[in-house]
């Protein structure tokens, strides 16, 4: 069992920079892929990145590549999302979700464990 806890999320003007926490807890979370989604007013929730168990791969959605950088230090059950140049239409709930897979995909159904949300407001 894993449990998340994202943290970071807040208001910030168009061109600015944020990054996202997520916190776990549980021994086997450095074991677990990490990804980061968000849902948008109106919209379904999207992918935007994921990591390998070890960081050692990530991928990113086409909508935030060269913008958001995801990274990971297991020694603190933390991972990160690093947000800048961001856009009015970056605004959105974001989650963090484990895959104890441990392959970093884009899918939904393949993580087993989500976080609450931080909410992230760009304003133009």
């Known amino acids: 069992q894993v449990q998340l806890v994202e943290s970071g999320g807040g208001l910030v003007q168009a061109g600015g920079s944020l990054r996202l926490s997520c916190a776990g807890s549980g021994r086997t979370f450095r074991s677990y892929a990490m990804g980061w989604f968000r849902r948008a007013p109106g919209k379904e929730r999207e992918f935007v990145a994921a990591i390998s168990w070890n960081g050692g791969r990530k991928s990113y959605a086409d909508s935030v590549k060269g913008r958001f950088t995801i990274s990971r230090d297991n020694a603190k059950n933390t991972v990160y999302l690093q947000m800048n140049s961001l856009k009015p239409e970056d605004t959105a709930v974001y989650y963090c979700?484990?895959?104890?897979?441990?392959?970093?995909?884009?899918?939904?159904?393949?993580?087993?464990?989500w976080g609450q949300g931080t909410q992230v407001f760009v304003s133009s």
């Open positions: 979700a484990a895959d104890p897979n441990a392959s970093i995909t884009a899918h939904e159904y393949e993580y087993s464990y």
